[in-house]
């Protein structure tokens, strides 16, 4: 075989183009929610029960990633972001993905079903169907809200840890996921407002874009003060402690505070600064929810040791 | 033109292949370690045995009825 008869097919996929159809940094966040969910469940997890939980978890959540790649290789192809996907640029087919994705979809739901309970594996097929039909395939091109409902398929994993351990859905589990859920707008949001998107072009109602600046920066504050609380709602359970009380009041004042700076400005000084409030909400928005469950750990932890509770 | 034997498409395919392998490893070993997990979590791993529907009078306990009737 000679070089001469190769330039066509040397757009064949690498690992790391497979690999990238998961999704993998996505992916963190999510082993990350379902693992303090796990962790913080009152019934003890054999530890590599636990690791098979997470690894289903997270391969559910690639898997779904993966079907939402295949579903939107037309618009990935016309936003600069996402041109260099694994299908837009040619070195998956569009087919491949659909494979992997329903594969990797089977195998993580039957492997988490077998190693731990049906009701774990039936709330990952419940997550993996959501994000990939309800999200990607209903919302996504359909109504400017997508995020906001569509963000249920991003809350879910720390119930879904819950259920790994205990077998249950409780109360503790919903706010975990009410957490997550009400968290996701004001984040995505902030995003949206300083980063220039192409959605528009690709036809993807965005609030930025269909509503306006104005519009998605009062949602913000409104979602804001929606999460406050659900966030100290989990105090009174059975998974809040000290540290999660004071993490939740620190944590919800600073970022009201940053919000309330998005909320009362207008585009001219937003622009004049290079939308600083607004990159620095999305900042504390990061730090709000990355803290919130590793306090929700520290406090199981004490819990061990009989401190920390109330 | 020189002929190139090994053409940057066979690393990427043996790239590939490997990650393959060691994907096709570590399902193995998953499913091996699940194995020994679950068969330890019975505590008496002749328990292991009630799973293929066939009576046996060495499992049952020793005073019920059906032990005796089994054994006669």
Redesign the interface.
Known sequence: ????S?PE??R????GD?VALLKPRVMSLVVFTALVGLIVAPVPV?P??AF?GI?CIAVGGGASAALNMWWDADIDRIMKRTSNRPIPSGRVQPEEALAIGLALSGFSVV?LG??SNWLAAGLLAFTIFFYAVVYTIWLKRSTPQNIVIGGLSGALPPMIGWAVATGSITIESVLMVALIFMWTPPHFWALAIFVKSDYGRAGVPMLTETHGRRVTRNHIMGYMIALIPVSMAIVFTSIGGWVYLATAIIMNLWFLKACYAVWRRDEETAEADSFAAERSAFKVSLAYLFLHFAALMIDAALRTQGIGSF | MTIRVEHELHSRRKGRNYGLLILLLAFVGLVFGLTVVKVLELGDARKFESNDHVLRPALLPMDTPATTEASQ
């Open positions: 075989m000679t070089d001469a190769l097919t040397t064949e996929a690498s690992m497979y054999h590599f029960i098979v690894l492997l077998l190693a």
